[in-house]
């Protein structure tokens, strides 16, 4: 079973996020909270495997609270947002969440999301990534400059996809059989020549070139 918390300050979004998830035979939802705070002692007590929260939550923060669960569990954080822009999916992601479900569109993807964080996977609402990609090929023509992701050797082409798709370093080596060492030299090289500083960026670039989705 999947074990879920629900975290929106409003009852009737709450409600139907719990709805929605109880139909399926592998989850279970064990609590609602109703704000960051109350969130984040949740998560804790109960060992979920996954926290879906709105950002916009009273006494904490959805994007604060999440940085909190990832970083004293193995809670996976779903972010319900009404914001598409890229500002608040980098927050997220710097914040550990692996997933971003936009609310006018939450539903038809909302199972999909739980079960894949659940494996550690990432998951993103369609729009978002379909409007990264058009800003991405908006800014290369605004800007004259070219792609770079042709410069990348085909063993950091599969390093990047799998950081992106939200493996550890260690996962990525155990998976491509090489040592820890040489994902880390791959890892290096491919956010050089790409010009990425942290994994959010490696997250979101991979989403704009349909990496992942």
Do not use: C, W
Not at 22 to 34: F, H, K, N, P, T
Not at 156 to 181: D, F, I, M, P, Y
Not at 182 to 196: A, D, I, P, S
């Amino acid at each position: 079973m999947i074990r879920v918390i629900v975290a929106d300050d409003h009852g009737i979004v709450r409600k139907g996020v719990r709805f929605l998830l109880q139909q399926e035979r592998d989850i279970e939802v064990l609590g609602e909270a109703e704000d960051g705070r109350e969130a984040v002692k949740m998560a804790k007590d109960r060992a979920a495997d996954v926290l879906i929260i709105d950002i916009a939550m009273p006494h904490l923060n959805g994007i604060d609270a999440a940085a909190q669960v990832t970083k004293a569990t193995g809670t996976n954080v779903i972010i319900l947002s009404m914001h598409s822009d890229e500002e608040f999916l980098i927050r997220a992601l710097d914040a550990g969440a692996k997933g971003y479900l936009l609310k006018d569109s939450a539903e038809p993807d909302l199972v999909r999301a739980v079960r894949a964080v659940a494996q550690g996977k990432t998951f993103f609402s369609p729009e978002i990534s379909h409007m990264l990609l058009e800003d991405y090929m908006r800014r290369l023509r605004q800007e004259g400059i070219q792609d770079s992701y042709d410069l990348l050797t085909e063993r950091e082409r599969e390093v990047l996809q799998l950081l992106a798709e939200g493996k550890t370093n260690k996962e990525a080596a155990q998976l491509l059989n090489v040592s820890l060492h040489t994902v880390e030299t791959h890892r290096t090289n491919f956010m050089q020549k790409l010009g990425l500083h942290n994994t959010a960026e490696i997250v979101i670039y991979a989403m704009r070139k349909r990496i992942i989705s």
